[in-house]
């Protein structure tokens, strides 16, 4: 096998491809919370319990009413961006005009009690849900095997982060929510309905939560603290690309993956502090974030 | 003589008064017998040992009548929430100003580390059924220590053995990054040296990883006949699933050393079908713990796992041993525990060990293929009993009390 400097390149490829595998996962998660608190300033630590409850509701669709894995790519994001758009009006509207940390707490309150009453009716060892027969089986490349189904996550992940950020970036859409959030009573005057947009931002963007709870529940076990592991890495990510900066979330979120993926080649045990570190040394150096712009 | 009756009067007064009191405590103290349960009720460990054991030990105490040597029993439960110093914090409310006289449950070896090191100080019983370390029968053993169901080694010696021994030489470990991983993997080594085999190589996975693929990857590269798991839990269950996607099971055997029937329940059997492991009961053995079983489903709501039926056949035999000592007092209780055989539909060809060790058979068995099972509940083949002597590691010089 070819080698260069004592490391097996074979494997250091195969653990490159990994990494960016679970990347466009991690930029999947941090692009809604990157989306909510950019556009809303609401910083929304429910947004792994959203993840959480779009693998559960997937297994549900599937186990109690047959829907598919393809139909419940579809219908459990609009689900959970429902319960978004609920959770908006009900309980976080009201706070919105208190300090950041209020919606800190308040999220983090939903999170917790939907995973104590997931953990309550379906036990804390998980469920498990099937890869769709279509991206059975994988691909023999020269380095490694690839599932045919990691294969999708990257590219379902990618288009859909690409899809979003020109959405937010490039049309006429973007620019008034841009804009509303920027001065909401200006927008207003224009005849724009900005509450009606919060809302439907917010629930988009827990929606994209629920897409990514979709895509892992064949991968990982179907579990209620599935959302609150990945929660923290999530909003770690979410700082090192720039608190808020949509492109800086997809590109960090990938390149993270990438960087865990070394880790676990050269160094496992640090593997799940190593983010953590980066972020430290960002902050250190750039306090905004890579992407993020000074205030 | 005035003098002399005066002096008969007040011995027969203080003998009268002694007999007396002593009456008034009664054999059993405080009136009651009180076995608190401390368990993980709401996390990882919750369906292990969480609510399940509260009620094992519930049905324990019901089915023995509810009371012993004419006193009532009384269960009180806490959740230990997997942190040593809530535990022990619990344990020690419990036998210092609640007269709690036992505790079973005990899940986490970190926790039950604690709690044992408070139970042993006021000389009360712990009724370990689901921690898994060696320690609480060797480095870290007590006269008040009683450990029940498996432990790291047997699991070690029940599912690696047969595998070496089958001419899978090569062993790599995907191993949770603490005490518990590092002890499992420790235990299985030996076994695989023992037998003629060698480890290739290994990582250590922090807990609670969700994606094994890079370590999967590794463990491909080196070649290896067997990939152990030397995790438990969720770990074991991502860890299989990713292997299964990235194709290692065709090329390789993967073992799970510690997976309870709620963890293989929570697999595809697509991916888990055909894996081997040792458990120390299977609720569809025979007709006795099918029996147990299905009265334990209907007011649990959901099969036991080992340390489910541990915890009631160990509560069970503390209950007996109270019976048969006539008194609650912890020494006496222990004698009579280590004296008398435990023998029910969970230990079969049992002995309780002098330093607490409980050597019982275990089985080894085999995941069912989705095509094998008939329903959600039907997820082992029973391959072998493997007598307890063989599947447990001899008692040691380590633990002091036993040699004194």
Redesign the interface.
């Known amino acids: 096998m070819a080698t260069f400097l004592g490391i097996?390149l074979?494997?250091l490829f195969?653990?490159l491809l990994?990494?960016l595998?679970?990347g466009s996962f991690y930029a999947l998660l941090s692009l809604g919370l990157a989306i909510i608190f950019g556009l809303l300033k609401i910083i929304n630590f429910a947004q792994g319990a959203m993840y959480m409850l779009g693998a559960f509701a997937a297994w549900m669709a599937l186990n109690y009413l047959g829907i598919n894995y393809w139909l419940a790519l579809i219908v459990v994001p609009l689900a959970v961006g429902a319960v978004g758009i609920l959770m908006e009006r009900l309980l976080i509207r009201p706070i919105a005009k208190e300090d950041h940390l209020y919606s800190l707490l308040l999220t983090f309150g939903i999170a917790l009690m939907l995973q104590?009453t997931f953990?309550?009716v379906f036990?804390?060892?998980?469920?498990?849900?099937?890869?769709p027969e279509a991206l059975q089986g994988?691909f023999k490349l020269p380095f490694?095997?690839l599932?045919a189904?990691?294969a999708w996550i990257v590219v379902a992940s990618i288009l859909v982060c690409g899809v979003t950020w020109w959405m937010i970036e490039k049309t006429r859409l973007g620019a008034y929510l841009r804009a509303g959030t920027e001065n909401a009573q200006l927008m207003q005057a224009f005849g724009i309905n900005v509450p009606l947009m919060v809302t439907l931002t917010f629930g988009f963007g827990v929606g994209l939560a629920g897409f990514a709870g979709v895509m892992a529940a064949p991968?990982?076990?179907v579990?209620p603290?599935?959302g609150s592991?990945?929660l923290i890495i999530v909003f770690a990510i979410v700082v090192i690309g720039g608190m808020g900066s949509i492109g800086g979330a997809i590109l960090t979120g990938l390149g993270m993956g990438v960087v865990e993926?070394l880790t676990?080649?050269f160094y496992?045990?640090a593997?799940?502090t190593v983010i953590f570190l980066v972020m430290v040394i960002v902050l250190l150096l750039k306090p905004a974030g890579l992407f993020g712009k000074e205030a | 003589m005035k003098a002399m009756n005066k002096t008969l009067l007040a011995v027969a007064v203080a003998a009268s008064t002694a007999i007396g009191g002593a009456a008034l405590a009664g054999p059993v103290s405080d009136d009651k017998v009180k076995i608190g349960v401390l368990a993980d009720m709401?996390?990882?460990?919750?369906?292990i040992c969480?609510p399940g054991c509260v009620t094992a030990i519930e049905m324990a105490v019901e089915d023995f009548g509810g009371t012993v040597l004419g006193m009532p029993i009384e269960v009180v439960s806490a959740d230990d929430q997997l942190k040593p110093d809530v535990g022990s914090a619990k344990v020690r409310q419990w036998v210092e100003s609640e007269q709690v006289d036992a505790v079973g449950g005990l899940v986490s070896s970190a926790v039950v580390g604690a709690a044992t090191k408070v139970l042993t100080d006021n000389k009360k019983i712990a009724l370990i059924s689901t921690a898994a370390s060696n320690a609480f029968t060797t480095s870290a053993c007590s006269p008040y220590n009683v450990h029940w169901t498996y432990n790291v080694a047997a699991m070690a010696n029940g599912t690696v053995k047969p595998i070496v021994q089958s001419g899978k030489k090569k062993w790599f470990f995907i191993t949770a990054?603490y005490a518990f991983g590092h002890a499992l993997e420790g235990v299985a080594t030996e076994v695989i040296v023992e037998n003629g085999g060698e480890v290739v190589g290994g990582?250590?996975?922090?807990l609670?990883?969700?994606?094994f693929?890079?370590?999967v990857?590794?463990a491909?590269?080196s070649g290896a006949d067997v990939v152990a798991l030397a995790n438990a839990?969720?770990d074991t269950?991502?860890a299989l699933?990713?292997a299964a996607?990235?194709?290692l099971t065709q090329t390789a055997d993967v073992a799970g050393l510690l997976v309870f029937t709620?963890?293989a329940?929570?697999?595809?059997?697509?991916t888990a079908g055909g894996m081997t492991l040792t458990t120390g009961f299977y609720w569809d053995y025979d007709d006795a713990t099918r029996a147990w079983s299905t009265r334990f489903k209907e007011r649990h709501g959901?099969i036991p796992a080992m340390g489910h039926a541990g915890a009631y056949s160990m509560t069970m035999h503390y209950l007996k041993a109270i019976e048969a000592a006539g008194t609650d007092e912890s020494d006496a209780v222990m004698a009579k525990m280590k004296e008398m055989k435990p023998d029910d539909f969970f230990a079969r060809n049992a002995t309780l060990r002098a330093d607490g060790r409980m050597v019982h058979d275990m089985y080894y068995v085999q995941i069912k293929t989705a095509e094998e099972r008939r329903d959600a509940d039907d997820i082992f083949k029973v391959l072998d009993v493997i007598p307890g002597d063989t599947a447990y590691a001899p008692m040691l010089p380590e633990c002091n009390f036993v040699k004194s």
């Open positions: 097996n074979f494997g195969g653990q990994v990494g595998i679970n104590g953990t309550h036990g804390s060892s998980g469920m498990a849900y099937a890869i994988g490694m095997y599932p189904y990691r991968v990982y076990s579990s603290d599935m592991n990945l993926g676990k080649y496992p045990e593997s799940s | 709401g996390g990882v460990y919750a369906d969480g990054d990582v250590r996975a922090p609670g990883t969700t994606d693929s890079s370590y990857l590794q491909q590269a839990g969720g269950v991502n699933k990713t996607e990235f194709g709620p963890n329940q929570a697999m595809d059997p697509a959901a």
